[in-house]
Each structure stands twice: as C-alpha cells, then as structure tokens.
C-alpha cells in the first residue's frame, strides 16, 4: 500500500489564493483527483487527471503536478470554498485517499 | 438526474453483520464500476470496496478484507456491501459512489448510511 501526505490546514483570507498539497511515491506515475467536503454533505471531485475540472466546477479551482506532489489551487478564494479537500490516486489494486486539509477563508 | 441512495445502515453489537444496498438511477448503472467509500465520525474519507460493471474486478482495502463483500444486481440497479464480524472501528457513514476511469471514485456519490458498531 501507500500513502498520501497533506498539510492538515489552510488558512486564507477572501480573494487570495489558496494551495493546498499532496504529496506520495505513486503521485509521480499516477493520477491524482481532489475532492471538496462541506460538513454534513457528500464529497465532491473538483479535479481529475491532476488537472481536468469536471463540469460545473468554477474556473477558480485548478491542479498541477510536479515529481511525487500535487498541488489544489483555488484563485481568489471564497467563503463557500472553506471545506476539507481530501486527494486521492490509484495505483494498481490499491485505491487511498490523502488525509484530509482544512480550508479556512476568513 | 443521477441519483444514489443508499440504505441498510444502522446499530449493531460487535461481531455481527449487516448488508448495506445503494439504489442507481439516472444512468446505465450497468455500465459503471461502483465503489463504497467510508468515513469515521470526525475522520476522513477511507475507501473500502470497488466492484467493475460486470463484477469481474473486486478489490478491497486491507481494513476489510476477508469480513466485506461487495456485489451488485445490475438487473436491480443496486449495489451491496455485505458487512460481517464488525468491529467498533467500522463505524462510519457508508458512501456508494460512481467509478471513473476504473480506479475509485468520481463524480457522484450518494449521501450515505450511517453504520455504528457498539455494544
């Protein structure tokens, strides 16, 4: 197995940018995807492919991958993105989710 | 609409089971690998199960190998997670989720079930 390294939290204030990362062995050869959790809702993938938006997710969220780190930016930043995003990757049967960061925007 | 629902969660002892479902509308369920993801109650998110279309593929996180099956009724739309000898640990809210690109979870995930293991 493996594992996914992320800062526990992020603090921002409005407008500013916000980078959160994630690091791991199998990021350097492997995808990664980010998803967004408020508190009491279900996950949301608000990246793929290290850095594919799916539909509906604002032009503010981006991604981008460097060796074994990826990186969720989110460009002037909001109140409605203070959430925890958690990275995940996949590499043969093993399937992990990072363990968790979270985004403060105040 | 895509929608996931799933059900079966509830209150049960240490060393006992129970079969979680997940109702699939709004798309060709038949056509997707499926996955059970898990959250501990102020934890993150922990994958437990992925089962391909046709259930030809199954995999397991280590946690649960061995005590967990996963399975589905592509007939039915539904998926399963039949949870056996739980363990106080297995608390967690249950999430069904859609695969993409045959490796874990993507776009939608259903609003999960809320399992607790207690005496």
């Not at chain 1, 492997?30 to 492919?49: D, H």
């Amino acid at each position: 197995s493996y594992e996914l390294t992320q800062p526990s939290s992020v603090s921002v204030s409005p407008g500013q940018t916000a980078r959160i990362t994630c690091s791991g062995d199998v990021l350097a050869k492997k995808y990664a995807r980010w998803f967004q959790q408020k508190p009491g809702q279900a996950p949301v993938l608000v990246i793929y492919k290290d850095s594919e938006r799916p539909s509906g997710i604002p032009e503010r969220f981006s991604g981008s991958s460097s060796g074994t780190t990826v990186t969720l930016t989110i460009s002037g930043a909001q109140v409605e993105d203070e959430a925890d995003y958690y990275c995940y990757s996949a590499a043969d049967n093993n399937r992990v989710f990072g363990g968790g960061t979270k985004l403060t925007v105040l | 609409e895509v929608q996931l629902v799933e059900s079966g969660g509830g209150l049960v002892k240490p060393g006992g089971s129970l079969r979680l479902s997940c109702a699939a509308s709004g798309f060709t369920f038949s056509s997707y690998s499926m996955n059970w993801v898990r959250q501990a109650p102020g934890k993150g998110l922990e994958w437990v199960s992925s089962i391909s279309s046709s259930s030809s593929y199954i995999y397991y996180a280590d946690s649960v190998k061995g005590r967990f099956t996963i399975s589905r009724d592509n007939a039915k739309n539904s998926l399963y997670l039949q949870m056996n000898s739980l363990r106080a640990e297995d608390t967690a809210v249950y999430y069904c989720a859609t695969d993409y690109d045959s490796s874990g979870p993507g776009v939608y995930w259903g609003q999960g079930t809320l399992v607790t293991v207690s005496s």
